[in-house]
């Protein structure tokens, strides 16, 4: 395990970067599902996937629902300018082979999807799936699959873009290897000052866990940040949440098994800096290709498409290269007024104002209970930390 070198920190410069990355975890926070939204789709999940396991058509007797994308993964985040959440389900019949064209299947689930006289009136078709649109809340996207044969993981198949072929992929045997990922613990020094006080042996401390640990947030933060970037191009280029989500969970196992971190901001920085390390660019015919694998099936490239459209290509390496400069500055930025300014501009000016609405209203509370200081260097706060000075309570407002 390695210590990579790291410009030297002070406590204070420490109790800073752990507020930042606070920050960025209540953002995370602010971007998922509230407790109505996601009951609210579980049931209307569950009752979708008995009426389609109902059906009387023999395409469909062996048939099961279940989740998959981001809602799975645990990855999803509020898409920015609406409220509606993406779900996207697997609708999974065994006992089928390669030979029933996908259009069949497809309509098929459509068909049956017609027969409730609700579902019929909120369905969408789209290109390989159905929508169910539940307007201001989320939608449902589900799509056909058959096992495929060929693979051992338990793979399976899913029309092409086209609906001609079938696609290898294998949604449930990714999210097992993402939660096998995501549970890495980073090892990281208590402090950066007393490692190099004491050169001679210092003992790593598991991380101190955020809610739903560094990898998903790193994944839901670059996704927030990708829908930022592109928000005003017209062109469809920004990448794929599973391109990034791939490369994201590639970067932090291998940053995690070879090195020890300062703390939080220095995983989530060098998880970000080492993904583009994972694009391979196999021949293929005879030509380079562009390849991100999905590495729970043989044949799956999700970044299929930038192989047709050199233009993602570019999209790509131009937002991850502002990513990388925005949330490294946000680890070495001085001064709170600073880092929300980097903030809105990255993450979204709401999104950020309303974060720090509510910690204001945290430190007002902690104002009135006595709990709140002045640390030398990075503000009001809720935490002790050295050089800090007691505020006392405001009877401004008669409290």
Not at 246 to 264: G, I, P
Request: aromatic share 8%; net charge negative; with cysteine.
């Amino acid at each position: 395990m390695n210590q990579v070198f790291r410009p030297t920190l002070n406590d204070t410069a420490i109790q800073r970067r752990a507020q930042v990355f606070t920050i960025l975890e209540e953002i995370c926070q602010d971007l998922e599902w509230t407790q109505s939204q996601f009951e609210r789709a579980r049931t209307s999940y569950e009752a979708v996937a008995d009426w389609l396991a109902g059906s009387s058509d023999p395409l469909l007797a062996s048939l099961h629902v279940y989740l998959h994308g981001s809602g799975a993964l645990g990855t999803s985040i509020k898409p920015i300018g609406r409220d509606e959440f993406d779900v996207d389900l697997i609708s999974f019949i065994s006992g089928l082979g390669p030979e029933v064209a996908p259009g069949r299947l497809k309509a098929a689930v459509g068909a049956r999807l017609r027969e409730h006289s609700y579902y019929a009136t909120i369905l969408d078709e789209k290109k390989r799936c159905w929508r169910l649109d539940y307007a201001g809340e989320f939608h449902l996207d589900i799509s056909p699959t058959i096992a495929n044969p060929r693979c051992f993981n338990g793979g399976e198949f899913v029309p092409d873009r086209i609906m001609r072929n079938w696609h290898a992929t294998n949604p449930r045997a990714y999210r097992a290897l993402f939660d096998k990922r995501a549970e890495l613990m980073p090892r990281m020094t208590q402090s950066i000052i007393a490692m190099q006080k004491d050169s001679a042996s210092v003992e790593p401390f598991p991380i101190r866990q955020s809610v739903k640990g560094i990898l998903r947030r790193t994944v839901q933060l670059l996704k927030r940040h990708r829908d930022q970037h592109f928000l005003e191009t017209v062109e469809e280029v920004a990448p794929i949440s599973v391109v990034i989500t791939t490369l994201a969970m590639k970067s932090y196992e291998m940053c995690v098994q070879r090195h020890v971190f300062a703390d939080e901001l220095e995983v989530l920085v060098d998880t970000i800096r080492l993904m583009p390390l994972f694009i391979e660019r196999p021949l293929e015919n005879g030509r380079q290709i562009y390849a991100v694998w999905n590495e729970t099936t043989q044949g799956e490239n999700f970044a299929e498409r930038w192989n047709d459209e050199p233009a993602r290509v570019n999209a790509f390496y131009e937002w991850h290269a502002k990513a990388l400069a925005d949330f490294e500055a946000l680890r070495d930025l001085v001064g709170l007024d600073t880092i929300v300014g980097t903030m809105k501009d990255s993450l979204g000016d709401k999104l950020v104002a309303r974060t720090m609405n509510r910690r204001m209203e945290t430190l007002g509370d902690s104002r009135k209970s006595g709990s709140l200081v002045l640390g030398a260097g990075i503000g009001l706060t809720t935490q002790k930390a050295a050089a800090s000075t007691p505020v006392p309570k405001n009877d401004f407002f008669g409290d």
